[in-house]
């Protein structure tokens, strides 16, 4: 199987392209979209997603991620065997966190132009040199064919939240469809560090403003007036507000940073000026 | 053959985990989008797309369809054996009215915990449940094994129109793409109703505005300038614009209520001040 | 393999009911997605779409083509054997480019209604009609099964650039999800063209604004502060900005046309009060 990831958007020829090539190859390979609307150029949204998705795949799964602002210069193609899967993409750090996370076992550089298609443009290289590649390696062309070992890549670190006694800093890496936040902590060190603090209230700031803010376990159970925050599907707690876009409720976005406090209790707080 | 209707849009990592859980499962099932544009938290027209689409899918076919603001809370999830498909999503009427149409055999309760990932979140059922059910069901899993019977469900009845000798009531049940307004009219009926008018004029009222209404059978043999009435390709009467927007021409949008009245002769209508 | 291109967006039923028809009736066949989001109703997109994506496909591959607002009139759906592929669609002209671009067989009219659904709307004959007849097709029914030889056809031309010795006059034919804007400058003939003048500046003129213009082979060599001319990856020269829209940086858009200028030397040209 091979997934895609791209910021090609939907409206153009370039995804169909890539299966083009794809199924030319090895017609019989099953292909599934991630997603291909990955804001153009941004190269963090795109590790967190593929991050959040790979571990659902099955075993085996070629994963072809291209987010490639450097397309057609000498940045390098890279080739990542994981433990569980394999990821193909440009050397700009996209593929490195969800790599990392399930382990590398060896990295190539994809130079064998025998697996290119014939003629290549430079502002393609998606096309006309990956999708190829992936789908050779979907029919079952070693790994090792592809080209040498890579001696080193561009990292890309996903951004850590700090967590001091009575606050977390972290930033949104990610706002999605229906404006829930998605935050830079992870869920069991945020239930960790809440657990002795149920008693107390929770206020969430961002830049100058301020708002109480409801831990739930499951949107069904917060209050529609305030921002929730819970645990969510991607491993990362969420910012969020029920039945409503969290995003445009508290004109945050992804980059912005956030700091969570505890107060000592929801009544001194809710007695408190609070929200906007 | 499974099929997919949420309203996960396509940017997140939302879809392609479903997928992932389902082809880890059956690597072999065929999967099809429906629309994961459904507006979020909109169950009626989730409702209104899951009927409309419904028939032409092969007998078999086993839709899962994702609108679901409850998720987390001890809202039930349902499976319904219909005659011909299976239909499997939150137990908040989504389901219902496609699977009415073609006639309900047995309805269970997603219960049995061994077809359900090893770990899952309140955030996301649709991933961490109902998924996993589908692609076993598809896989062979009897029906009999996923849970008890249900004793009773949510309904979720689509607004019906009113016919009057002179007058028909109705409503605007979803916009399309085009700005097509499908409204709750089914075409037969209308048909029927309209037959022994055909002398007549039609006029469009919504709120306190009205317009000259042209029956046709195609858009093409509409005038463009305005608004038309023709049977839709989803069993019901849809408003429409030649090569045009109804819905920006008109101001009009789904939800919104709607008469259409007959006038004795088309040329009394336009001798008067119609339209905006 | 069969390839779809629509103008019918993803929100609604449209799309997946011509996967559901062509599904029933062969369920093996694999069914990619080209693109759903062309403009509504606008068949020169949609000419150059198919155009750009069709050589990348299998041999054999079956493009079914519905931007359509003639459905339901008496224009004829036509279906094409080229040199590699088949094409199907309304008569509009949509296919011909990319169909004529590979070498036309036999274009056969659409009239042979055992191959259609058994009853059929006139607002949806993608459904009705062509899926099903695409279906069969990539069944093994024969070609000529499905009604006579055309007698003629509609023509769609795509604009042709005209190249004179220090201007090029050409026209923006497309806006990718990038905002790169695709002209129909074909890539070759502009080389040619320019590889005599490498000493000289370039500058780009649309109605009555002017800016200077690098000619640079990937994107990645691209200055930030100016335009560039690069050869796309769909055969044309493109006008793009560095990690930019280069639409909304321009304000130039599909269907304006462009002036590219010759000028004395790049020195000359930055002295001059260019740009907005």
Redesign the interface.
Known sequence: ?I?LLT???????????L???I??IN?RV?I???????E??NRLEAAF?LK??AP???RG?IFLAVVD?????D?KIIMIKGKKHFFVGPDNGILIPAAEEEGLIEVRELRAEKYFLSSW????EG??KMAPAVAWLSRGVPFESFGPIATGWEKLVLPAPSFLPLEIRAEII?C???GNLVTTIPVQPFLDWFKEKKESGLILRCQKRRWPLQYV?????GLSRQPLI?????GFM?IAWK?ASAASRLGIKAGDKITIKVVKSRNNLNKNKAGK
């Open positions: 199987m997934a910021d090609f958007g939907e409206k153009d020829y370039f995804v169909a392209s299966k083009a090539v199924l030319s017609p099953k599934v979209d991630i997603s291909h609307e990955i153009a150029y997603l959040a998705v659902y795949f099955p799964t602002p450097g397309v057609g210069s940045r443009s430079q502002t393609f096309r006309d990610h999605d469809r229906f376990s499951a949107f069904a159970y819970l645990p969510g599907s991607s969420e039945e």
